[in-house]
């Protein structure tokens, strides 16, 4: 599993601090998560949450929300409305840089905001709440004792969980127009709520609510006895099982041993490849007979770093096969050969740098491998091994001459 950076533009054009779990394997679909109210994408729930869906194939953008955590902005000037545009603009860097976004999740107050943003993002076939109020106004009573200072003074100081935060006359106001459960009716997607009976932050009767104005299809998980944080790990693993094995169903998403057995999985002869595009950036998709894997560039060439670039790929293929051949030949003389490490690296040199190469002007591809051989070994042995190590097939293939055709399918 890799954990990517990410930073994007709110609306007012500040930056805005996020992390994007990705699956070691396959990238089986894109989701969004939002953290509950002051809190920020690195609470535990969070993290736990993210990394449990990554190792299961879906890959997680959770970001801080203006104000919050290591994004810039004032907490002071934003508001709901901020956060579902903040959502908005989270799904448009998914888009943009990866995919757009099949699942958004959001946890507390967050859960709210995802149920008011869904609408703003067509891609979307999945809503999941954690522990939701069913509109942004419920959130009022954690400061209620503070309103009317608020209101004569235009801001006070509020002690929200153990912290101080300022809450302006402007965020009560806008509060006051996320008070009623139409938009839920009107989602068009699928709705996972989870809720624990006895959360003393967020009563369940709000699950409720969002459960009865929400349509089918729409399921509802009981969460027993989690807190409102999810503080045991053991409570945010369970909901990340939940979400993942509900969102299947929704998302059109399998493993890849279902997709092959299923017939899903593209059909390959034995001897070709198969490459398709998984986004429009460069992450592509890699089939064989047999197996699947990802090509990707790094973020550093604007790639999503979700795999091995292309000539990662060629050096692997090359090394892969030289380690094979030189345990075969040791295998058949019977060496007392215990490993094998082979480290390759490929650069352009000038011409006129290499005093063995053919060519005599502009670049040549220069490919070194390093090999490191551990047993009990003669020196003449060793180098008996050297040389065998270049008479791998993919080697050969490399120095001889090739023919290579591009036709249209």
């Known amino acids: 599993m890799a954990r990517l950076k990410a930073s994007f533009k709110n609306s007012q054009g500040e930056s805005l601090s996020g992390l994007l779990e990705t699956p070691d394997s396959e990238t089986k679909a894109y989701a969004l998560f939002a953290h509950c109210f002051t809190c920020s994408k690195d609470i535990a729930a969070a993290s736990r949450i993210t990394r449990a869906l990554a190792n299961k194939g879906i890959a997680v953008l959770r970001f801080d929300f203006t104000g919050l955590g290591n994004s810039d902005g004032d907490f002071a000037n934003t508001n709901f409305s901020?956060?579902?545009?903040?959502?908005?603009?989270?799904?448009?860097?998914?888009?943009?840089?990866?995919?757009?976004?099949?699942?958004?999740?959001?946890?507390?107050?967050?859960?709210?905001?995802?149920?008011?943003?869904?609408?703003?993002?067509?891609?979307?076939?999945?809503?999941?709440?954690?522990?939701?109020?069913?509109t942004g106004h419920h959130v009022e009573h954690l400061f209620s004792h503070a309103k009317e200072e608020i209101v004569n003074n235009d801001e006070a100081l509020v002690d929200l969980a153990g912290r101080k935060f300022t809450i302006k006359k402007q965020f009560v106001e806008d509060i006051n127009n996320y008070n009623d459960v139409e938009h839920i009716s009107q989602l068009n997607k699928a709705l996972l709520v989870l809720h624990s009976p006895i959360d003393e932050t967020v009563s369940i009767d709000e699950a409720a609510k969002i459960y009865s104005a929400a349509k089918h299809p729409k399921s509802f998980i009981s969460l027993d006895k989690a807190d409102h944080l999810l503080s045991r790990r053991e409570d945010s693993e369970y909901v990340a099982?939940?979400?993942?094995?509900?969102?299947?169903?929704?998302?059109?998403?399998?493993?890849?041993?279902?997709?092959?057995?299923?017939?899903?999985?593209?059909?390959?002869?034995?001897?070709h490849v198969l490459i398709t595009e998984q986004n429009k950036n460069f992450t592509r998709k890699i089939y064989t007979e047999n197996h699947q894997l990802i090509a990707d560039e790094p973020l550093s060439a604007n790639g999503s770093n979700l795999g091995p670039n292309p000539y990662e790929l060629l050096l692997a293929a090359l090394g892969a096969c030289t380690s094979m051949t030189m345990r075969m030949y040791a295998t058949r003389k019977k060496l007392s050969l215990d490993s094998i490490e082979v480290t390759l690296k490929h650069d352009h040199i000038h011409a006129e740098?290499?005093?063995?190469?053919d060519s005599k002007t502009g670049l040549v591809d220069k490919i070194e491998k390093t090999i490191k051989l551990e047993g009990n070994l003669t020196d003449a042995e060793r180098q008996r091994l050297l040389e065998i190590a270049d008479m791998c097939p993919v080697h050969k293939t490399l120095h001889n001459e090739i023919q290579i055709k591009s036709l249209l399918a």
């Open 82 to 134: 901020s956060n579902i545009s903040d959502l908005i603009q989270a799904a448009n860097h998914l888009k943009e840089n990866y995919a757009a976004p099949a699942m958004i999740i959001g946890h507390s107050l967050g859960g709210a905001a995802v149920l008011a943003a869904a609408h703003e993002i067509p891609s979307l076939k999945a809503v999941v709440t954690i522990g939701a109020p069913s």
């Open 241 to 271: 099982s939940v979400i993942s094995s509900w969102a299947a169903r929704y998302l059109d998403i399998s493993d890849a041993k279902h997709e092959a057995a299923s017939g899903t999985a593209p059909n390959i002869e034995s001897g």
């Open 353 to 357: 740098d290499c005093s063995d190469c």
